[in-house]
């Protein structure tokens, strides 16, 4: 019989979030984006050119967080995620309502 009969292993991740499948598609995308802006930035000064360059901007912040979000693990007391920029640890305390388990049925 499989139980929770003591507290969580701290080493062991409850849950993994894999990243999406999109690694191709959200380089390229943030690329196609560096493009247009600096497209618009050296060639074309003019209100269309801003809006275009605007757009793509919004355009990259979008793709990279779509297809080039973190990959997450969940730990007993801590978030590790793993993204493009590099890995950073969240720790949360034990007693905080978001990490508490829900009570087991009755």
Do not use: N
């Not at 990959?71 to 905080?96: E, F, K, N, V, W």
């Amino acid at each position: 019989m499989h139980g929770s009969a003591g507290p969580p292993d701290p080493e062991r991740p409850i849950e993994r979030f894999k990243p999406t499948t999109g690694i191709v598609v959200g380089w390229s995308g943030l690329v196609l984006a560096v493009v247009v802006i600096a497209y618009v930035a050296l060639a074309d000064h003019s209100l269309f050119g801003l809006r275009l360059g605007w757009g793509a901007a919004f355009a990259g912040v979008l793709v990279w967080a779509t297809q080039l979000r973190p990959r997450i693990t969940a730990y007993p007391d801590a978030l590790l995620m793993h993204g493009s920029p590099g890995c950073t640890r969240r720790t949360q305390s034990r007693s905080s309502p978001a990490w508490r388990s829900p009570a087991p049925p009755s």
